[in-house]
């Protein structure tokens, strides 16, 4: 099952997106289901300008697109589906399964340095800018750059040595420079590069 993906959603004009999420709300209000001439009486709008924005939906991954044979004779209606996008997320899991694994390594740092550096290579962008999409909350002082949060202060604290390299591997990616980082999980900590 594919998601909403960001990159399709942008080459619709902002004025389409508008109706393709009120399509959307509309289908939710049917209960998550509904053929395009249901959600166009709902709307008032034509059995194909709905369509058209429930395809878009389909192509943006929140809704899916069946079949439903007839209780008559006729060609099957396609049904639309939309996609839940509610419900747990179990982030802090995964998160913590993976850690576990780096863990195992043969070199646990080296294996967190690695992961950090090639997601850091990606992001060829300001250091502090980056570490503060990723929710560090960064300041630069005369001794480096101090991260005033971490978001993952749960896992550093039972993985520093695993989580604070990564984040070095990170910073070493985004900067091409060796780095180090003064890691002190909850207290303060402050990367060099």
Known sequence: MSTRSDDTASLVDPGSQQ???EVAD???????SATSAELASD???HPS?????LDHLVEQGRATMTRRHRATRGRPHTLFILVSDEGPRAYRLLAQMLVEEVVLANNPTATAM???QRWGRRRPDDLVAVLDDMGFS?????D???LRHCPFLDLARDYPQVVCSLHCGVVEGVTGQTATIDANPGIRCVVHA
């Open 19 to 21: 109706r393709i999420d």
């Open 26 to 32: 509309a289908l939710r209000r049917r209960g998550g």
């Open 43 to 45: 709307l008032g709008i």
């Open 49 to 53: 300008t709905a369509r058209f924005h």
């Open 114 to 116: 690695r992961i950090g």
């Open 138 to 142: 960064p300041t630069v002082e005369e």
């Open 144 to 146: 480096g750059i101090e």
